[in-house]
Structures are given as C-alpha cells and as structure tokens.
C-alpha cells in the first residue's frame, strides 16, 4: 500500500497566559504500512504509539511549539526512537514545557523528509508563534498548518508571541499559492481546502487583529 494520511484526535488542556482551555488536537501521521511521520504530539502518547504500531517512525515533526502540541513529544519519541524536530524560533515555548531536553532536529525550508515514497517540504509560517510550520506534501495533495490556517480562517494571535500581520503574511505568501485542490489538514478542527480559504483572505485583511 502507498503512502496515506491518518488522523489521531487527542483531548487535553492548553495552558498559556494564566489561562486553561480544554482542547481537541489533531495528530496527523504520514506513511504506509512499514514506516510513518508523525506530524505533533499533543495529549495523549499511548493513542499516538497505537496508531503508529509496529511502524518504523522517521520523524516526530511539531508544527509550533505551544504545550498543547509537544506535552506528549518526549514519550513519543521515546517510544518510537524517532528524532524531534521543531523550529529554533520556538524553543522558548519547547523550555517552557521539556526545559531538560532540546529537539534534535532545527527546523528550517531547506529542509523536507521522505517517507513511504513521498516528500515533505517545510514551510515556515509565523504569526501564531515565530516558529510555526507548515509542511506542504505535493504528492498527497495536502498541507499540514498547525495552528496558521483553520476551517474558516487564520490561526488565533492574541497571545504571547504571536502577531496577526505576520500570520497574514505567511498565509498569502507561503499557503495561498499552493494548488487550489491541496488539502488543509489542520492542528485542530475540521479539515479545508486552499480553494476554499483563499476567497476570504481580504476579509480577514479587514478584519484586523
């Protein structure tokens, strides 16, 4: 079998700013039957490895570093034997949460990973947090985008860190030219297309902050 895309949902807490909020994540996993990339970890580590199985995992990629996408990276990872991957523009949300242990792997746009045939390219998308990512596969036609581009319009900015003009920016310049068709795979929520998203980018312009 080629490679696929599975969704694992997780419910926890998210915890930033004082404030508790609980939450529904999606895990997303790429891959086929002998190996798998695991795209964040939130929650809840053992639903994660039993999605996984008996898979080889190339990569626990996180697509920011706010606590309710990594509080389960480190079991997984352990778990797995896999490297951890986030954005250095993050690592002082990663400190806030696994202050003992740094990702081994720093994100950046020259990167991508290969699994089960197909590619991963990496896109750094800020404004939800300076080190959100999004990582487009144009073999599957999809693009995983954390917290940056929802169902329905950009991810939330009014917390630490994040800024909504640059979350914006990163929209129009990095995610609204991909292929019309390319799947929106969320870090929470329901999925959406580019086409889908694009026709209301001037509305959120105008709705500002």
């Not at 990095?174 to 068709?181: E, V």
Request: hydrophobic content about 45%; some cysteine.
């Amino acid at each position: 079998m080629g490679a696929r895309i599975e969704r694992v949902v997780t419910s926890g807490v998210f915890s930033l700013d004082g404030q508790d909020l609980d939450v529904d994540n999606n895990v997303w996993l790429v891959g086929d039957d002998r190996e798998v990339l695991i795209i964040d970890a939130a929650h809840d580590a053992g639903a994660i490895l039993d999605a996984v199985g008996d898979r080889s995992v190339v990569a626990l990629v996180l697509s920011h570093g706010h606590n309710d996408h990594i509080n389960a990276a480190l079991d997984v990872a352990s778990a797995a034997g896999a490297e951890i991957a986030l954005h250095p523009a993050d690592t002082m949300l990663w400190d806030a949460v696994h202050p003992n242990l740094a990702p081994h792997i720093a994100l950046d746009e020259r990167l991508g990973f290969e699994v089960a045939g197909v590619r991963l390219e990496v896109l750094h998308t800020p404004g939800h947090s300076p080190g959100g990512v999004s990582l487009h596969c144009p073999d599957l036609g999809a693009v995983f985008t954390g917290d940056t581009l929802f169902n329905g319009g950009p991810g939330a900015t009014g917390r630490s860190y994040s800024d909504f003009p640059t979350i914006l920016a990163s929209i129009r310049d990095k995610l609204l030219g991909l292929p019309p068709p390319t799947r929106v795979l969320t870090g929470h929520g329901d999925e959406t297309t580019i086409a889908d998203e694009a026709p209301d980018y001037g509305a959120w312009v105008a709705r500002g902050h």
